[in-house]
C-alpha cells in the first residue's frame, strides 16, 4: 500500500483504535475532502449533502400534477386518471379528448406509478395548444380535490404488484 501524505497519515494513526471510526478511516485514504483537519464535531456523520438531497426527496414523493417545465425548452403535464382507466364516460369525455391531444402532440405519453399520465416533451409552441384542449375536455386538475388526486385504486392480491410489495414489506 502506498504510504499515505502527512496530513492523512497523522489523521489515520490518530483514528486507528477507535472503531466507530473504522469506515471513516476508509474513506479517509480515498476521499480528497476527509483530512486531519476534519471537524470532530462531524467525524462519522453523513455529509450535509445527504440530509439536503433526502428533504429534497421528501417534499415530493407523488405525482406533481399540472405544468412542469423540463430541459431544452419543453414543459410535462401530469393529468389525473380515476382509477388508472381511461374511457368515454357521459360525464367526461378522458378517450376523446386524449385522441385530439395525441393528433398535435409531437412528444410522448407516460404512465406514472400512481396510475396517472404523463403528457411529456411539449415543445413551448406547442404547450397554448394542449392547454386550450386540457381545458375543453375538462382533462386539467383544477376540479379535482387533494383527496381524489391522492387516490389510488388496486385489484389487491395476487395482480396487483403494489399490493405484492405492501405484503411482503408488512410480513
Not at 485514504?29 to 462519522?44: L, W, Y
Not at 405544468?67 to 367526461?92: C, K, S
Not at 415543445?123 to 389510488?152: A, E, F
Request: with cysteine.
Amino acid at each position: 500500500m502506498a504510504a499515505l501524505p502527512e496530513k492523512r497519515r497523522v489523521y489515520a494513526d490518530s483514528m486507528a483504535g477507535v472503531g466507530s471510526h473504522r469506515q471513516h478511516l476508509v474513506q479517509s485514504q480515498h476521499s480528497p475532502d476527509f483530512a486531519a483537519d476534519f471537524p470532530a464535531a462531524r467525524r462519522g456523520q453523513p455529509p450535509a449533502e445527504v440530509y439536503e438531497y433526502a428533504r429534497r426527496i421528501s417534499e415530493h414523493s407523488g405525482d406533481r400534477y399540472g405544468w412542469v417545465e423540463g430541459a431544452n425548452d419543453t414543459w410535462h403535464y401530469t393529468m389525473f386518471i380515476q382509477n388508472g382507466r381511461i374511457l368515454d364516460t357521459p360525464d367526461d369525455l378522458l378517450m376523446t379528448g386524449l385522441r385530439e391531444i395525441a393528433n398535435v402532440h409531437d412528444g410522448d405519453f407516460r404512465l406514472t406509478a400512481n396510475q396517472n399520465l404523463l403528457i411529456g416533451q411539449v415543445s413551448s409552441k406547442r404547450k397554448p395548444v394542449i392547454d386550450v384542449l386540457l381545458k375543453k375536455y375538462r382533462l386539467d386538475n383544477h376540479r379535482q380535490t387533494g383527496l381524489r388526486l391522492n387516490s389510488m385504486a388496486c385489484v389487491a392480491l395476487p395482480t396487483c404488484g403494489l399490493a405484492m410489495a405492501g405484503k411482503d414489506f408488512h410480513s
